[in-house]
């Protein structure tokens, strides 16, 4: 089982910046697509974004698009979601999930295609 540890939440002013880690403690993560996910006070957990094991692939909510940018390195077995120009809205734990998939071009960004995920990090924005 794939373990990953979120990490780099916290308090941050609108417009800010945040560099999430997911990190894996076990296994190489090459051959897992690798989602970020978040959820605020009474809504559901949604996804953020993906990176796929071949090629490159990634995806993004609508919401976060040219805000939120995804980075594999797997030397690390870490995955970071980098966070420009936050806004308040984007207050929530924010959480990591892998699926081992093989090499493949694409991902997912619903919940329910992750077998393994990590426990949280907390993400306030807020002046």
């Known amino acids: 089982q794939l373990q990953l540890v979120e990490s780099g939440g916290g308090l941050v002013q609108p417009g800010g910046s945040l560099r999430l880690s997911c990190a894996s403690s076990?296994?190489?993560?090459?051959?897992?697509?690798i989602g970020w996910f978040r959820q605020a006070p009474g809504k559901e957990r949604e996804g953020v974004s993906c990176?796929?094991?071949?090629?490159?692939?990634?995806k993004y909510a609508d919401s976060v698009k040219g805000r939120f940018t995804i980075v594999r390195d797997n030397d690390k077995r870490t995955v970071y979601l980098q966070m420009n120009n936050l806004k308040p809205e984007d207050t929530a734990v924010y959480y990591c999930?892998?699926?081992?998939?093989?090499?493949?071009?694409?991902?997912?960004?619903?919940?329910?295609?992750?077998?393994?995920w990590g426990q949280g990090t907390q993400v306030t924005v807020s002046s």
């Open positions: 999930a892998g699926k081992w998939v093989g090499l493949r071009p694409d991902c997912k960004t619903d919940k329910g295609e992750y077998e393994d």
């Open positions: 076990r296994f190489t993560l090459d051959f897992y697509n």
């Open positions: 990176a796929s094991t071949h090629g490159g692939g990634t």
